[in-house]
């Protein structure tokens, strides 16, 4: 008999311990560590020949196989479709519309013939009947079962064996596997475990859909990101229609990529240009606002900065940037005081990408630091503009990937005029009919825009 041994592990990052601390010293959680009973492995005992290597130039190798969706946008963002045999994580609010979604996946799939399989923990199969009739889902090939079960689920993909299978959710599925109480950390993770092996075995794909806490993790487990093949975050305001479906990561495809999607009647629609949906409701001749083209994946996507800095009334002067990392705008408000003169050090500096798109890449810094100018100054930037490039901690501004896709981008929603970094501008092919400004640093951006040295 293995020798009993009890562990401490974090319910909310899965960090171990083998003692029992009060706070995780991997995510910094309070009381999160849970005790768990494991046992002691024996010693190994020396075995024959371990696995054997290959020459790399010998291995077989087959593409993996893709279904199609007729949901396109949801087909790009994962690279070409769903791969069989693949563990897709869904994460989201509650109520965003990820049952919606998932739902609207099988009805695609079961148009083209595929038989598929719903399997709902959370809400009876009236609730679901009611969302199916919404969404004018009848298909015969859409099976459904009620059930919390991995093991009653797996039953269900031998029975039925379906090409794709959604587990509605993840924290109200059990395994027998299991005796931990439902939803701690070592539930779910026996639970996806099992579901794991299940889609691999029976060569299917599983849609496993997982709520959100408020911190943006998904509920308890960091641990099931790096477990299932591909995460998918559907994020949005539940009281707007607009929703964008992130890949955070992609074993099988490109990460960063999004769609933008709306909230109807029937479910979730495409969008079909993003771009001017964020853009409708943009200001006339406000100070502050700046548009920037900035790549969402592999497609370029305009979105509006908006930033404003007032005279504080507080000892410590506020700061909140919402859509931009805090930490690269903290860096461009020192490169703002040092190279600039610009002192915002004592101001409130507020900054927010509208329609709750998250920028993730350093193209935007320029579009920052000109809509931090423009509040500062007060003076509004020209309405057909658009900028882009990195900033330099010496204030240099940087050239970017893609910039004949962002142009490309621009001129299609009618911007006219641009500022871009100058290593930029002999990549570009299409010049005509644009006002191009291509600068080197930020004291060229200063005399451009706001005529000051
Ligand atoms: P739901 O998919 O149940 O969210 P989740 O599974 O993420 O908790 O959808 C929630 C909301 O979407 C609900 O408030 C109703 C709305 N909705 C529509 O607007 N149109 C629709 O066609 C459907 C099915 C839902
Ligand atoms: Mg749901």
Not at 48 to 77: A, H
Not at 127 to 149: D, F, P
Not at 411 to 427: A, H, Q, V, Y
Request: proline content about 5%.
């Amino acid at each position: 008999m293995p020798k009993e041994k009890t562990t401490y592990l974090c319910s909310s990052c899965g960090y171990r311990s083998v003692t029992w601390l009060g706070r995780c010293p991997q995510c910094g959680s309070w009381d999160s560590l849970e005790p768990q009973v494991s046992y002691r492995p024996r010693e190994r005992e020396p075995k024959g020949p371990s696995t054997k290597i290959q020459k790399i130039s010998e291995i077989g190798y087959e593409e993996e196989e893709r279904l199609t969706t007729s949901i396109q946008e949801l087909d790009r963002v994962l690279g070409g479709g769903l791969v069989k045999g693949s563990l897709i994580l869904l994460g989201g609010d509650p109520g965003i519309g990820k049952s919606t979604l998932a739902l609207q996946i099988l009805h695609s799939l079961s148009q083209r013939g595929f038989s598929t399989l719903y399997v709902s923990g959370e809400e009876s199969l009236v609730q679901l009947k009611i969302r199916a009739e919404r969404l004018g889902a009848r298909s015969g090939l859409i099976g459904v079962m009620g059930s919390g079960s991995a093991e009653e689920m797996e039953e269900g993909i031998k029975r039925l064996k379906p090409s794709c299978v959604v587990l509605d959710s993840i924290q109200t599925c059990h395994t027998e596997a299991s005796d931990a109480p439902l939803g701690s950390i070592s539930q779910l993770r026996d639970v996806t475990l099992k579901v794991m092996r299940a889609a691999k075995e029976n060569n299917v794909c599983i849609i496993l859909v997982g709520h959100v806490t408020k911190e943006g993790i998904i509920a308890g487990p960091r641990l099931l990101e790096h477990m299932v093949d591909t995460v998918l975050y559907l994020e949005g305001e539940s009281h707007q229609p607009v929703r964008i479906l992130r890949v955070n990561k992609n074993r099988f495809g490109p990460t960063f990529e999004m769609a933008v999607f709306e909230m109807r009647e029937k479910g979730l629609w495409p969008v079909e240009n993003p771009s001017l949906l964020f853009l409708k409701e943009r200001p006339k001749g406000a100070s502050g606002s700046v548009v920037t083209p900035h790549m969402a994946g592999s497609k370029p996507l305009l979105v509006e900065v908006q930033a404003l800095v007032t005279n504080t009334s507080q000892p410590m002067p506020r700061r909140t940037f919402l859509g931009m990392e805090a930490q690269r705008i903290w860096l461009i408000l020192a490169v703002l005081e040092k190279r600039l003169g610009v002192m915002v050090g004592s101001r409130d500096v507020f900054l927010n990408v509208t329609g709750g798109v998250r920028i993730q890449e350093t193209a935007s810094d320029l579009a920052a630091v000109i809509a931090i100018l423009s509040s500062y100054f007060d003076q509004p930037i020209p309405e057909d503009m658009v900028v882009w490039g990195e900033v330099g901690l010496g204030g240099e501004v940087r050239s970017v990937s893609n910039p004949e896709l962002r142009i490309r981008e621009a001129k299609k929603l009618g911007f006219g005029s641009i500022i871009l970094p100058k290593g930029n501008m002999s990549e570009l092919k299409e010049k005509e009919g644009l006002s191009l400004h291509g600068v080197r640093d930020l004291r060229e951006v200063m005399k451009l825009l706001f005529g000051r040295r």
